[in-house]
C-alpha cells in the first residue's frame, strides 16, 4: 500500500483533492502500462493498493520490491509529493474465486463492482502498521517475511507489531529512501 503524505494539511487550502486526482491519474497509467509482477493495482482517494501472488523464492520478492521502489519514485516524481509504502505478506483470495464482471450498466468501461482480492487481514495489518509506527516517519515499512533474504540495504529501525489474525508479533523493518540505493 502506497499513502500520500501531507494530503490532510492540503485539505483546507483545495491542493489536497488536486494531489489524490494527480496520484490517482499517473497511477493507474503506470499500472496499466507496467507492472508485471502485480497482478492487480487499486487506486482510491491519496492510496494505491497493489498485489502480487508472486511470493517465493527470496530473489522473486525481490523483483517485486525493486517493481515496487521504481513504482514509487516514479509518482513522486510525477506528482511532485512523497508517499510512504506499507508492504505486508498475506494469504490473497484465489484468482479465480470471483467470475468476471460483467460489463452491462457499466460507468466509463468499468464493471460498477470491484472486489479486492487482496487479503483482508494483510490490509488491516497496514492499517496496524501505520498506527503503530507512524512516529518513525519512515518511507518504507516493509513485514519480515517479505523482506527477509531479500538482500535489502539495512533498515534504520525495526519493531515488532502484533497483526492480524492470531496477533502474533512479526518484525516490521522499516527504510528510508530507496531500497536499493
Request: glycine share 6%.
Amino acid at each position: 500500500m502506497f499513502d500520500l503524505v501531507g494530503t490532510r494539511s492540503l485539505a483546507a487550502t483545495g491542493k489536497g483533492s488536486s494531489a489524490m486526482l494527480l496520484l490517482q491519474q499517473r497511477a493507474v497509467a503506470m499500472i496499466n502500462r507496467g507492472m508485471p509482477l502485480h497482478s492487480h493495482g487499486y487506486v482510491w482517494n491519496d492510496s494505491v493498493l497493489m498485489l502480487s501472488y508472486e511470493t517465493k523464492p527470496a530473489v522473486v520478492r525481490r523483483n517485486v520490491l525493486a517493481e515496487l521502489d521504481a513504482f514509487k519514485q516514479c509518482l513522486e516524481l510525477e506528482c511532485s509529493a512523497q508517499l510512504y509504502a506499507i508492504c505486508v505478506k498475506g494469504l490473497a483470495f484465489p484468482r479465480d474465486e470471483i467470475s468476471s464482471p460483467v460489463f452491462d450498466g457499466q460507468v466509463g468501461a468499468q464493471p460498477r463492482a470491484v472486489v479486492l482480492k487482496t487479503s483482508s487481514w494483510a490490509m488491516a495489518n497496514c492499517f496496524e502498521i501505520e498506527k503503530k509506527l507512524k512516529h518513525h516517519r519512515a518511507h518504507w515499512y516493509i513485514d519480515s517475511r517479505v523482506s527477509d533474504g531479500v538482500n535489502l540495504q539495512a533498515p534504520f529501525s525495526s519493531e515488532d507489531v502484533p497483526l492480524l489474525p492470531k496477533h502474533e508479533p512479526r518484525r516490521i523493518d522499516m527504510f528510508r529512501g530507496s531500497l536499493f540505493r
